[in-house]
């Protein structure tokens, strides 16, 4: 029991903190409100815990034995974060009149866990942390991604509440402009420690 609340500490830290999940939820939620984000929030709910058991289950050692292939998926998810802020930047809204832009889809967001740096690095420290050799690595692993389902889905309708709020404050097209560029900012700014050399 102490393990599953050390787990869900760590899962409630890691996932309630600003990230790119966290700025593209709430994002969505001014831009497209609750109903049409609820697939980019399942998307990542039930996403990020099947990148878990992903990688605890044996992708790890892949990039044990092939280094290069977590360096290479590291700068493509970087450059896919980059294009991913440009569309933030530039997104539409009903305020406008039309509707350029769409939401995320289920399967766009799950996929997005796969190219996310700060999920890799939350999949790789949770295993690493909270797996023994001394015992079977799938059940602990397995407990790891149903504690991690169970935390996600709170903390992502905090984000995309949060931008359901914001919708109400944003009165005009130049706030919501605004708005969508400091977004798009931001998430850029989640990207650099990825990309500083480590210590």
Same mark, same amino acid.
């Not at 919708?167 to 798009?184: G, P």
């Given at each position: ?84 802020? !440009? =569309? ?5 809204? #009903?305020?406008?009149? /039309? $509707? ?5 889809? +289920? ?51 905090? !984000? =995309? ?5 914001? #919708?109400?404050?944003? /009165? $005009? ?5 605004? +708005? ?20």
């Amino acid at each position: 029991m102490e393990l599953i609340f050390a787990i869900a500490l760590f899962a409630f830290s890691s996932g309630i903190t600003p990230g790119p999940n966290n700025i593209m939820l709430m994002t969505s939620g001014v831009n497209f409100g609750i109903k049409r984000s609820l697939p980019h929030l399942l998307g990542i709910t039930l996403g990020f815990p099947a990148m878990i058991l992903a990688v605890g289950l044996g992708l790890a050692a892949v990039f044990q034995s092939y280094p290069i292939l977590h360096t290479v998926l590291k700068y493509i998810g970087i450059t896919y974060l980059l294009y991913l802020s !440009w =569309l933030i930047a530039n997104s539409s809204s #009903k305020m406008e009149g /039309k $509707n350029v832009s769409k939401p995320f889809s +289920f399967i766009q967001a799950a996929a997005f866990q796969w190219v996310n740096p700060k999920g890799w690095i939350m999949a790789v420290g949770a295993t690493a942390t909270f797996t023994t050799v001394n015992q079977a690595l799938a059940p602990q692993i397995i407990t790891i991604a149903s504690v991690f389902l169970c935390v996600a889905f709170p903390c992502a309708i905090v !984000w =995309l509440g949060f931008g359901v709020g914001l #919708k109400k404050l944003l /009165k $005009n097209q130049r706030q919501q402009r605004i +708005f969508n560029v400091s977004m798009a900012l931001l998430l850029v700014a989640s990207i650099i420690p990825m990309v500083l050399p480590s210590h």
